[in-house]
């Protein structure tokens, strides 16, 4: 079945959804042919831009361009993925995943990348149960999480500091443990892509740490500077969808500072589906009571309009 332009929507959906997400130093790159290389990134970027493709636009592109070819890749790590979207591919399928992905090394050993393969067959399965865009859960969730923890250079506390200091993209953090603030959102639900991709950049943009728990009841958390968190409450709250309300935002307790480093060397920002995904999140992270108290992931969940 030739590649349709319904079918290179949703596609396009989840690969904007993808790019979105992404970290500085990380690159969703077009691996098609030479010759359909730029025709797919000035696609993705027209597509991202104003979201005004026409349907004429994209019959054009499905009928000129091959099936969706990406590699995704972080910088100074010498692995990277191969992600193919087949004609058909709209998302979760009962028993089909319509997409393959390759993990690619130039010194990557045969034993290391069959661990790989198994890892990645083993999210796939995993993912095309019960999610709505399995390709960007499978990448931001589970692939980029190991790459970075497996693979990540280690970096001198001097070059952290230069690194920090010579950053233009980055917004300025503070870096007082005594300033970290942390802050939950709950709403009647969170599902418009257009939401969710503007949370990704701005968590990534404020370097903070948090989470989206997507569907209905919609869930958002985040963790960081004082002044970053602030920033980020007032941009949620600016978006005024259906009976959102925050919860709290106040400091980090201090017994709960201990566990923070190892959560920023974690993915930044993540999706769940799920409710008990967040409440076993919140008591991983030592902030199970927070969730419970609310009654999120009980029977007393309640995220409709305040009064």
């Not at 950049?201 to 740490?209: G, I, V």
């Not at 307790?253 to 409710?275: A, I, N, T």
Request: proline share 6%; charged share 25%; glycine share 6%.
């Amino acid at each position: 079945m030739p590649l349709t332009a319904s079918i290179l929507s949703r596609q396009l959906e989840e690969l904007s959804l993808l790019k979105h997400s992404l970290l500085p130093g990380e690159a969703l790159i077009p691996a098609s042919p030479s010759d359909h290389q730029d025709g797919w990134q000035a696609l993705l970027e027209s597509w991202q831009e104003d979201g005004d493709t026409t349907v004429t636009d994209l019959e054009r592109a499905a009928h000129a361009l091959p099936p969706a070819h990406f590699r995704i890749e972080a910088a100074g790590v010498d692995v990277w993925f191969e992600l193919r979207l087949g004609e058909e591919y709209v998302g979760p399928q009962r028993g089909l995943s319509q997409y393959t992905v390759s993990v690619k090394g130039a010194t990557l050993g045969r034993a290391d990348q069959a661990a790989w393969q198994a890892f990645v067959k083993e999210k796939m399965a995993e993912v095309q149960q019960d999610s709505e865009y399995p390709v960007f859960e499978l990448v931001s969730a589970h692939l980029l999480p190991r790459l970075h923890a497996e693979l990540d250079p280690p970096l001198a506390l001097d070059d952290q500091a230069s690194s920090q200091s010579t950053c233009p993209e980055s917004r300025p953090t503070e870096t007082d443990t005594s300033e970290r603030y942390h802050a939950l959102f709950t709403s009647h639900h969170l599902v418009s892509p257009t939401k969710r991709r503007s949370l990704q950049q701005w968590s990534a943009a404020l370097s903070l740490t948090g989470f989206a728990k997507v569907g209905h009841p919609g869930v958002i958390y985040c963790e960081g500077a004082r002044a970053q968190v602030e920033e980020f409450v007032a941009d949620v709250k600016a978006m005024q969808w259906l009976a959102l309300r925050l919860r709290f935002i106040e400091p980090l307790p201090d017994e709960l500072l201990s566990v923070q480093g190892k959560y920023e060397q974690r993915r930044r920002w993540v999706e769940f589906e799920k409710v008990g995904e967040v409440v076993d999140e919140m008591r991983r992270l030592g902030k199970g009571q927070y969730v419970v108290d609310m009654g999120i992931g009980s029977a007393g969940t309640n995220t409709g309009p305040t009064r």
